[in-house]
């Protein structure tokens, strides 16, 4: 019997600082074959990352590995720096998690594709360059001409496409492929998807897919296996792990997937309540001249008391500038923003206008500031937008604690010691705090858990029921889109091209990018997964 | 582009004007008579001041149009900037212009000279408190570059002269006139800011290390110092290719001292003694002259920071310059 590819045996990753020591992995073992596609699915903080970065021995300092990881044969945790340094590109490859930072924003991404080559001198000058190219239409840049472009003119796509290039290009044994979609949207996410995995079944390259995501994780593997507190808990062939879950765990992160089916978690908004908020002509382009891009072209809506609008569409639809210019961030270029009927001042908002209509973000640890402790984060619109004094601010914090179901002691800690879904809760906690009326939420919950995305959406369905709170939501994910809000506008080019009843419009899409969002869903085919449920017909009409 | 420049172009000349303007004010929020100051009486003059008597002084008035309305002194001041007519040096008895132009060449060489130490040692130093083997002399050798920020520049001076001038002979310890006169004043101004601009450096490098980038590349199979040769200096730089700038306006006010010691008869040298001769003229040139060359330098860095990083466009919309990212995912 030949030696797997990959074989992972008895690994410890143990992070130590001047104080404590944390365990994150214990006693793991895997293996994977050649040509096969292996997933790591868990929670963050399973340890799912850390075995990635074990794997490539990109781990710090002050990170104690021990075990043993094999490729083909070679042990990799005994062998001297040096040698690790010539396999790293060349025979272990990574596609990083976040395609927005992972790229050097000063150099061409031509020239970061091709450095891989450089580096272990498998190319230069000419030849590297051809072959860089080659790798860039391989991952799905035809086009030559992207290569010379700078990160940050590329979309959040092109840029994912870019690193699994830079990944491929050296034609390694073994592609570890930490989180690679989670930032981008549906659509995106299965073209990015279809594309790593052909390309690596084309060379019989190994790929370790490590993934929150349940759905993507039985569509894209062959095995899975699932991680629990650093503990492997499950591994078995793909199918058979989502269908009958043996550990707690799994059921749990099958259990916690939200589903198209599943029963909304609001109520339409009754059609006489009163109109809160209303836009109407909203035009908004970057740039001037032909290098302009329209981010926003003549858009209208009404968002009625207790309702709740989900915006739906591909990134670059023109979403988050919606959210911006309702918010007040970004002033459009033509069209005007209303409050009860009263429109945006010409000069700027009021503050009373600031006051109601308020967000939530997309990503609570960089929205808040972490030198700050918790209770004061959340006090800072009123301190900003209110004249109260001390002791009823006081009471104001122990009352939105309770609104969140946050334990009051949190209030005296810093962003750092909490986790993601309490972080989203702080931030949902700050903007109620003024009182408002309206709620914009930008991806609120994409970057959090199943199970805490979940109950996230549990606590925005309850305060838009009992407080009345109008929301917009803005957000890439149907099933979440099914779970919270009634209407739904999806958006294309800057324009809303579809709008409707959210039950309706999804069992009978009228609009071809309503039909290619809803195809796009992972975990159709897998049977489960937001698109599980879908009947077949349905699922081709779709 | 062109919009950019020539915007940035207007700041620049709003920004020369304020400082013109308070150049101006100088001479007239001075508490007394400049014209009597001037001629070396006390400011309240009085009977014991007695060095010049009261016709001098009115003669003096005159010449500096001090008894003529204020906005009519002001509109004539900012036509005698405009065409470089800067009067007669009280104190060297010769044109402004010249006074200046003859001390312009030795502050301009040392000028350059220690931009090109501060920026050589800078990276030296920033280089080496990241990439010398072992955390120990590391951090070791940060300590020793912090130094250079602690210690007054007098001091600085006079040790360099100790050691190379009086100990070794290698240098001059006096005067302009060869390059060799050059080293030791050069190097004084240049030890001072090279301190600052390593540890910015470094603490640049070290935070780029943690970026994301900075794991993707060594996920390529760059070693450590690879990843900051290749990838993390050039974006540690951005932040000190702004202080050099900064750094070549307070070259100017640094000279002063250095110049002093080292007896070099440059622009900072001229300063003191225009200061201390109470040369209004002179001194009125010497602010325009450094808050141009402020001014000039910010220009340059921020035209230039436009070519270095790609990222920065045009901010026409506040939204398109702080959020690029968004910006790109619209465009795609």
Redo the contacts between chains.
């Keep these: 019997m030949t030696a797997p590819l990959l074989e992972v045996r008895d690994l410890r990753i143990e992070y130590r600082s001047r104080r404590s020591a944390h365990v994150a992995v214990e006693s793991a073992s895997l293996e994977l074959a050649r040509g096969e596609a292996l997933a790591l699915v868990g929670e963050s903080g399973s340890g799912k990352s850390s075995i990635g970065r074990a794997v ?1 021995g ?1 781990q710090r300092g002050s990170t104690r590995v021990t075990g043993t990881v094999r490729l083909d044969g070679e042990d990799l945790l005994g062998m001297p720096e040096g040698r690790r ?6 025979a272990i ?2 596609v ?3 395609p ?8 061409r991404v031509g020239d970061q594709v091709a ?2 080559l450089r ?2 001198r498998l190319a230069a000058g000419a030849a590297a360059r051809e072959r860089a190219l080659a790798a860039l239409a391989e991952a799905g840049l035809p086009d030559p001409a992207l290569a010379q472009r ?1 990160p ?7 840029r994912q496409r870019v ?1 699994i290039a ?1 990944a491929i290009v050296a034609e390694p044994r073994l592609v570890v492929a930490d989180e690679p979609t989670s930032a981008l949207d549906v659509t995106v996410q299965r073209t990015i998807l279809d594309r790593l995995q052909a390309l690596t079944a084309e060379r019989g390259t190994g790929l370790l897919l490590i993934t929150h995501d349940l759905a993507v994780a039985a569509e894209r593997a062959d095995r899975i296996a699932v991680l629990d507190r650093g503990r492997i808990v499950e591994d078995g062939r793909a199918r058979a792990v989502v269908a009958a879950p043996a550990h707690a765990s799994t059921r749990a992160l099958v259990g916690s997937l939200p589903q198209l089916r599943a029963e909304p978690l609001v109520a339409p908004a009754p059609d006489d309540a009163p109109v809160v908020l209303r836009g109407e002509g909203l035009s908004l382009a ?3 001249g032909p290098a302009a ?1 329209v ?1 926003l072209d003549g858009v209208d809506l009404a968002l009625r008391r207790g309702q709740s609008l989900g915006v739906v569409g591909e ?2 639809s ?1 979403k ?2 919606l959210a ?1 210019v309702v918010l007040g ?2 002033r459009p270029d033509a069209g005007r923003v209303e409050l009860d009927g009263a429109p945006e001042p010409e000069r700027g908002r009021s503050r009373a206008f600031r006051r109601r209509v308020q967000p939530v973000f997309q990503d609570p640890y960089s929205s808040l500031d972490p030198s700050h402790v918790v209770g004061h984060a959340i006090l800072e619109p009123v301190r900003a937008l209110a004249r109260t004094g001390r002791a009823e601010r006081r009471a104001r914090l122990a009352e939105l604690l309770e609104q969140v179901r946050l334990p009051s002691t949190i209030a005296s800690r810093l962003p750092g010691e909490l986790s993601g879904g309490q972080l989203q809760r702080v931030a949902i906690a700050r903007a109620l705090s003024v009182g408002p009326d309206v709620l914009v939420c930008d991806e609120a919950v994409s970057a959090l858990d199943v199970t805490v995305q979940a109950q996230v959406l549990e606590l925005l369905a309850e305060l838009q029921r009992e407080r009345g709170l109008s929301t917009l939501f803005i957000t890439h994910d149907l099933a979440v889109l099914r779970l919270v809000c009634d209407t739904v506008a999806v958006m294309e080019a800057g324009r809303i091209v579809e709008q409707g009843p959210t039950a309706a419009v999804l069992a009978a899409p009228a609009h071809p990018r309503t039909r290619a969002l809803l195809e796009a869903v992972p975990g159709a085919v897998a049977g489960l997964g937001p698109g599980a449920g879908l009947e077949p017909a349905e699922a081709a009409a779709a | 582009m062109t919009r950019y420049v020539l915007r940035r172009l207007g700041h620049a000349l709003v920004v020369l004007w304020g400082a013109v303007t308070l150049s101006f004010l100088v001479v007239q929020l001075i508490p007394g008579d400049p014209a009597r100051i001037m001629l070396g009486g006390g400011a309240s003059g009085g009977e014991g001041a007695g060095a010049a008597d009261d016709g001098q002084v009115a003669a003096l008035r005159t010449e500096l149009g001090l008894d003529r309305p204020v906005l009519a002194q002001y509109a004539a001041y900012l036509v005698r900037v405009v065409t470089l007519d800067w009067g007669t040096s009280f104190a060297k008895r010769q044109p402004v212009t010249d006074v200046i132009a003859s001390g312009l060449e030795s502050t301009l060489q040392l000028g350059a000279a220690s931009i090109a130490l501060t920026v050589v040692l800078g990276m030296l130093f920033g280089l080496g408190g990241v990439l010398l083997p072992g955390r120990w002399v590391r951090s070791a050798f940060q300590s020793i570059t912090v130094l250079g920020i602690a210690v007054p520049s007098f001091w600085l001076a006079i040790l360099l002269l100790q050691v190379f001038s009086f100990g070794l002979g290698w240098f001059p310890a006096f005067g302009a006139g060869s390059p060799a006169a050059l080293v030791l004043p050069a190097l004084t101004l240049a030890l001072l800011s090279a301190g600052t601009l390593g540890q910015l450096l470094t603490r640049g490098i070290e935070d780029g290390l943690r ?3 900075a ?9 450590r110092a ?1 990843v900051v040769l ?2 993390v200096l ?2 540690a730089s951005l932040p000190v290719f702004t202080m050099v700038g900064m750094l070549i306006g307070s070259i100017l006010s640094g000279a002063t001292i250095v110049e002093t010691i080292y007896g070099r008869p440059g622009v900072g040298n001229l300063f003191v003694v225009a200061v201390q001769a109470r040369d209004f003229p002179l001194i009125q040139a010497l602010v325009v002259l450094t808050g141009g060359v402020f001014v000039l330098v910010t220009l340059v860095v921020d035209i230039a920071y436009r070519w ?4 920065v466009v045009e901010p ?2 506040r ?2 310059a702080r959020r ?9």
């Design positions: 490539l990109l340094r010539a396999l790293r590109g060349a490859a990574l990083p998690q976040d927005m930072a992972a790229l050097d924003p000063l150099r450095e891989v580096v272990h700078y940050h003119q590329l979309s959040g796509g092109q690193l830079a970057f740039g001037h891009t981010a990134s670059g023109g988050t500038t911006r961030l970004a | 970026e994301p980038y794991d993707t590349a060594r996920a390529r199979g760059l070693s690879g290749r990838h050039r974006n270095i990083d790609p990222r026409d919309r939204e398109g690029p990212r968004e910006r790109a995912g619209a465009a795609a």
